[in-house]
T-cell receptor, first 116, second 115 residues
Framework: ETGVTQSPTHLIKTRGQQVTLRCSSQ?????VSWYQQALGQGPQFIFQ???????GRGNFPPRFSGLQFPNYSSELNVNALELDDSALYLC???????????????FGEGSRLTVL | AQKITQTQPGMFVQEKEAVTLDCTYD???????LFWYKQPSSGEMIFLIY??????QNATEGRYSLNFQKARKSANLVISASQLGDSAMYFC????????????FGKGTSLLVTP
């Protein structure tokens, strides 16, 4: 089965710019969630998409937005980039409403964003 | 307030020895799930083991076992017979509620396995 893939793997932006990160979910998974992992920290939940709708959101401002497409792939968009947005952005997929029998998420390798 | 606490920033263990990584959690929800993930330098989070709050027995997956002490709100990961490839960051995480979707992660423990 195809795992979670993310693109780009690395990118550099300047403050105030906008960025779009992409994620293809694991085959058969219909739910995608995004996490931000700052250096030396654990991942923090940004939001989750199920059936092309956002169905959960963490403590992130509205300039963090997303989309899910009919093929379950997803995008994370961040507007008006700030220096503190520099982080590893992880996409995770799962089946049906966010949970398998155990509820584990399957993660991609992430997109490392540097904001200068 | 921090929901997941991992008090060991770094740990060393010799190859073939067992190691315990500590995790305590805080929740008032009677239904929750606890997870451990491994993150190698590549960045990908790799699922290791899961424990549900109503599970009667401690979870085990190969060399990984979870020492679940509900009254103490701890969910320590035990890795037996450590291998060099076990060197990585290890994160404990919790999902609250039967319909919860977000995982709350701790800050992680860096494990180094030495020959």
């Amino acid at each position: 089965e195809t795992g979670v893939t993310q693109s780009p793997t690395h990118l550099i932006k300047t403050r105030g710019q906008q960025v779009t990160l992409r994620c293809s979910s694991q085959s058969g998974h219909n739910t995608v969630s995004w996490y931000q992992q700052a250096l030396g920290q654990g991942p923090q939940f940004i939001f989750q998409y199920y059936r092309e709708e956002e169905n959960g959101r963490g403590n992130f401002p509205p300039r963090f937005s997303g989309l899910q497409f009919p093929n379950y792939s997803s995008e994370l968009n961040v507007n008006a980039l700030e220096l503190d947005d520099s982080a590893l952005y992880l996409c995770a997929s799962s089946l049906a409403g966010g949970h398998s029998n155990t509820g584990e998420l399957f993660f991609g390798e992430g997109s490392r964003l540097t904001v200068l | 307030a921090q929901k997941i606490t991992q008090t060991q920033p770094g740990m060393f263990v010799q190859e073939k020895e067992a190691v315990t990584l500590d995790c305590t959690y805080d929740t008032s929800d009677p239904s929750y799930g606890l997870f451990w993930y491994k993150q190698p330098s590549s960045g990908e989070m790799i699922f290791l083991i899961y424990q549900g709050s109503y599970d009667q027995q401690n979870a085990t997956e190969g060399r990984y076992s979870l020492n679940f002490q509900k009254a103490r709100k701890s969910a320590n990961l035990v890795i037996s017979a450590s291998q060099l490839g076990d060197s990585a960051m290890y994160f404990c995480a919790m999902r609250e509620g039967p319909a919860g979707y977000a995982l709350n992660f701790g800050k992680g423990t860096s494990l180094l396995v030495t020959p």
